[in-house]
């Protein structure tokens, strides 16, 4: 018994399933090419049948992976430490507005609470504001 299979596209006639070659190895009658070891284009290949599913990576693709990632994780973590720094500047810049407000709100209460005329007399280093209480 021989079974035939068609050459489907981009594959070889030695690549077919296992149990095509299992019913060629039983047959009496003397295998085509690729069973000789021949596949479609004449070139030397091993038989299917003796060949083994290779799965798992090599040690290259490995080391090809583990440079890839930590040099993701480099450029992830400098993106966050950037972010960071950029957080700590604007938490430092809304702090000084924060103290500019309250400085504003305690002039502003000082400014209601006065008893009298509010004097200002220019100095050498700039104005200065006398706020009489009451």
Not at 84 to 98: L, N, R, V
């Amino acid at each position: 018994m021989r079974i035939k299979h068609g050459n489907l596209a981009g594959t070889s006639r030695c690549d077919v399933p296992a149990r095509v070659e299992r019913a060629e190895a039983m047959s009496n009658e003397p295998a085509d090419d690729c069973a000789a070891g021949r596949g479609a284009d004449g070139a030397a290949r091993r038989p299917y049948r003796n060949r083994r599913r290779q799965s798992g990576l090599t040690l290259i693709e490995c080391m090809v992976f583990i440079v890839v990632f930590f040099m993701l994780s480099g450029v992830a973590m400098t993106a966050f430490y950037f972010c960071w720094d950029g957080t700590h500047t604007t938490i430092a810049a809304t702090d000084g507005i924060e103290a500019a407000l309250y400085a504003g709100e305690r002039w502003r209460a000082d400014v209601r609470d006065a008893s009298g005329t509010i004097h200002v007399e220019k100095t050498g280093s700039g104005e200065t504001a006398t706020i009489p209480e009451g």
